[in-house]
């Protein structure tokens, strides 16, 4: 759910992010995007609060457009 609107802002965490994807082959999760070097080290070093990508996954958004 998007507070923003309320002013509530959530800290960009990649576990909440559109992006953060499970890969079966791998079995691990980690960011789709195409990341360049300072990026996916900040990635790897959790250091996400700056991340320019961030997008809030809604796992309800097709639920919310059809009501």
């Known amino acids: 759910m998007d507070f923003s609107k309320y002013g509530v802002k959530h ?4 576990e909440s992010c559109e992006y953060y994807e499970y890969d079966e082959y791998t079995d691990t999760y980690g960011c789709s995007l195409s990341l360049d070097e ?3 080290s900040d990635f790897l070093g ?3 609060k700056g991340c320019h990508y961030y ?5 309800y958004k097709s639920v919310h457009r059809q009501i």
Do not use: L, R
């Open 11 to 14: 800290a960009p965490s990649c």
């Open 38 to 40: 300072d990026e996916m």
């Open 46 to 48: 959790f250091n996400t």
């Open 55 to 59: 997008k809030f996954y809604d796992e």
